[in-house]
């Protein structure tokens, strides 16, 4: 029998939709079917400016705007050969873990729901609204905040920030606990997870899967750590790999960044370097609003970058960073015009979404809604 | 921190590893090499793709075992017009490179590499339907995020920004 499952259904997260051919309870071929929400990012890069890209990749993973804002930047600054200042770059990386916690908060919450486990995503969305309006404080937008500019951020952090984020910090542990303490030892959440949806190491990285999916079938691998970028080599965090590889060993892996996150955060609170916000590239980097108004080099160099935008020296450049989710790259092609030649987002979702049917066939209709969970989709990265 | 000049010569760059690897296994098979921004990037003949995909994997010093990203770029009006590239990475060495495939806007063909790697699946299915490269070998080559039924390849450098309307 053929099951169609989607592309409304609450536990899809989104739109995706999956076929499922049942023998019974039993599934014996999965096929997910995506697509719903494709926009057309990748082409209409190609017709903006280059910073007019940034606020587009807020909206390809909303739960993680920032380290796509990030991973988007790094890469034309890696084209321009930009240098970006120490505090900008801690910056970046707080805001990232931040963006982290958020991300993972959702996940679990929303993970926990489709099991069952109502109160979880109660009470992780609690946590998930101070970090919003964190995100608000430093940029005026709790989703879409497009905060990180090419050569720098925005805006400095508002003065009460850094004690906000301080204070977030200091209970946000316990409230790791609380959740542990709901789920973790839970008979019930270890019969839906434990052993559910296996996939070995091999599996994982022949179906290029990424992030927490493949650390939770043993494969050692953070870009944090391995290939650091925006100054992460200076900060000191575990990667929790776990080798059951299954929906269990997910979950305690990203529950486990939750924690090594936060730690991340008061490693850049301690050591936050002074000094400017943006690199002192003219062409590039839009001046501030009190020199427009007295001197006319940044009056100009202001209608410039605005009316014609600035040429990126021709060459291409793929930068990855470990999102939430995985490895998310950009691929940016430039031709030495003011305008992309070409944006690809390598989608750490569309990757790790192969791996479903590898998880499911074999199994119980009611583990697919498990496993959906356990990948941490969205829908929004894997359709651009 | 100024850029450094891109190096494509392959004399320079031949004993890196993959490079060499390729030469030695084929030396047809290497088109022609650059070293830019700290970035490899490997020119592959069209037909050697797959196999040197499964000899940069399985090599023990190289150890490619992990197909990062797989997408493609229209170089329209020029000739040949698409390059299919691959970013590789290697697990154990902590180290990427790019391979590229040029192919011809007439009949653009190249192997899949879905034996190599079964999670190019999706990635090639992506390039089929928004740039109309065929990938012989594929085992289900079908549009993966436009509908069914759509006229042409969005993504080509020939096609609107605003659509046919």
Known sequence: MILNMGPQHPSTHGVLRVLLEIDGETVVRLMPDIGYLHTGIEKTCEAKFYQQVVPLTDRIDYLCPMTNNLCYVLAVEKLLGLEIPPKAQWVRVLMNELTRINSHLVWLGTHALDIGAMTVFLYCFREREEILRLFEAVSGQRMMTSYFRIGGLALEPPLDFFDRVRTFAGYFPDRVDEYENLLTGNPIWMMRTKGVARMTAEDAIGLCASGPTLRGSGVDIDLRRDMPYSSYEKFKFNVPVRQEGDVFARYLCRVAELRESIGIVRQALDGMPEGPVKANAPGIVLPDREKMKTQMEALIYHFKIITEGFAVPAGEVYQAVESPRGEMGYYVVSDGTAKPYRVHMRAACLANLQTLPKMCEGGLIADVVAAIGSIDIVLGEIDR | ?165
Not at chain 2, 12 to 19: F, M, T
Not at chain 2, 40 to 47: A, H, L, N, P, Q
Not at chain 2, 97 to 126: C, H, I, M, Q
């Open chain 2, 1 to 165: 921190m100024p850029l450094a000049p891109a190096i494509s010569d392959l004399e320079q760059l031949k004993g890196h590893p993959a490079v060499a690897k390729l030469l030695a296994w084929n030396p047809g098979s290497v088109t022609g090499v650059k070293f830019d921004r700290d970035e490899m990037t490997i020119y592959v003949d069209r037909s050697s793709v797959r196999e040197a995909c499964a000899l940069l994997r399985d090599d023990a010093e190289c150890a490619f075992n992990f197909l990062s990203d797989l997408t493609c770029v229209d170089w329209f009006p020029a000739e040949p017009r698409f390059e299919v590239v691959y970013h590789l990475l290697s697990i154990p060495k902590k180290e990427r490179v790019r391979l590229k495939v040029k192919l011809d806007g007439a009949s653009p063909v190249v192997d899949s590499v879905t034996p190599v790697w079964p999670g190019a699946n999706y990635f090639e299915r992506e390039v089929f339907d928004l740039f109309g490269i065929r990938f012989s070998g594929h085992p289900y080559l079908r549009r993966l995020l436009m509908p069914e039924d759509w006229e042409g390849h969005p993504l080509r450098k020939d096609y609107p920004v605003e659509g046919y309307r």
